[in-house]
């Protein structure tokens, strides 16, 4: 393991929530109606380096999600940075990033090129795409037909395919049905046995991190608690949580 991939520097980040008023009365209210200001990641630093399989461990609420998000370019942060060295980056993660109305196949093509892929490099994976998904016809519907199921199967099947140099796992080893859920945990192996590849894998299950990662960071409402070794972070983790 070389140069970094990843480097956060105290990275902040904020969600506005509005008070229980109703809209209706906050309208005809001349008063501004107060915003309560909700921090979820207050001030992290860290860094994870090439080839490494960092798991990011916590309970519900705990800002792990959001790391990720931030990570991907989804949120801002409100403070500090994050700095991929020019990296290629892709989330795979239940509920982002597809268009319902369109089809599968127009959702595999936007979402090449939302992680950066030109349309003719998303064309040449497309058939390895549907074939690994699964989806058959279902592929030239709109998304917004799919079940979770197959909603989860395309997401898994675009990331795993369309190879990028960082990947950030949310939750999402477990997708489909027992065969499709073994094929897609050996091709996930497979991508990150590439000591090329980095990954961040967000997930409850310690014995998913156990079996996968290099190291653990343990994140405890909205700030680090603990990074290290497995055996150790997990360990201490489970103790705390039970």
């Known amino acids: 393991m070389g140069s970094s991939a990843i480097s956060v520097d105290n990275l902040k980040i904020r969600y506005k929530c509005l008070n ?92 090449g090129m939302l992680l950066g892929f030109k349309e003719s490099e998303v064309l040449a994976k497309m058939d390895e795409i549907i074939e690994f998904s699964e989806l058959g016809d279902f592929i030239d519907r709109p998304v917004k037909t799919y079940s979770s199921g197959m909603y989860s199967k395309l997401a898994f099947s675009i990331t795993a395919i369309l190879e990028s140099e960082i990947i950030l796992i949310d939750e999402v080893l477990s997708v489909g049905d027992i065969n499709f859920k073994k094929k897609s945990k050996k091709k996930m192996k497979e991508l990150i046995e590439d000591e090329a590849r980095t990954v961040l894998i967000v997930s409850h299950s310690m014995e998913t991190i156990r079996e996968l990662c290099t190291s653990v960071l343990w994140l405890h409402d909205g700030e680090i608690k603990m990074q290290g070794e497995v055996d150790t972070v997990v360990r201490a983790y489970e103790e705390f949580m039970a």
């Open 20 to 111: 229980k008023m109703s809209l209706k009365k906050s309208l005809l209210s001349f008063k501004k109606s107060k915003v309560e200001v909700f921090e979820a990641l207050h001030g992290i630093s860290f860094e994870v380096k090439e080839g490494e399989i960092l798991g990011i461990v916590g309970k519900n609420g705990s800002g792990k999600s959001t790391l990720l998000r931030t990570i991907a370019g989804i949120f801002a942060p409100d403070e500090g940075t994050v700095n991929l060295f020019d990296h290629s980056v892709s989330l795979l993660s239940i509920g982002v990033g597809f268009q319902k109305g369109l089809t599968g196949r127009e959702n595999i093509i936007l979402s």
